[in-house]
């Protein structure tokens, strides 16, 4: 099994969730929240944690809006990450985020650690499941590929 090194990103106006996997790609955490600060903070930030998990990718939540359209949210959400992909020198992925911090609040608070106040939980976890669903979909189609 070829081991991966992923990032996943939750990206807001005030904070950027962040995920990672472990090394077999089958299971995604939340790592940190960063403040968006600023672009050189979050670049910096984010240099860092790449660094350290020898990431080779980044798979960022692109959030469509509910009918499946390219709203301005996700225009700006592009434009930032098409900035940080060059800065960081990493290629870029997306997946549909669509209610991922609903879903991060609701299995927050299922396992009791819900707190309003704690929204850098909520964007952590957002970003995990954004990368879950990236490392799962990018499973099964390596499981689905013809042998060569």
Known sequence: ????????????????????CDRTGLIASGLTTIDNKSFA?????LSQI???REATLLVVGLPYT????VGA??????????????ALNLP??????????????????????FSAKDKGLIDRRAAAII???????????RNNECPT
């Open 41 to 45: 903070y979050v670049t910096d930030q």
């Open 131 to 141: 990368l879950q669903q990236w490392l799962d979909s990018s499973r099964t189609s």
């Open 1 to 20: 099994m070829a081991l991966i090194s992923v990032i996943g990103l939750d990206i807001g106006s005030k904070r950027i969730g962040v995920a990672g």
């Open 50 to 52: 790449i660094r350290q």
């Open 66 to 69: 509910l009918d499946g359209a």
């Open 92 to 113: 870029v992925t997306y997946v549909d985020e669509r209610l991922t911090s609903v879903e991060a609040e609701q299995q927050l608070q299922a396992e009791r650690r």
């Open 73 to 86: 949210q996700a225009r700006r959400v592009k434009k930032y990450t098409r900035r940080l992909a060059n």
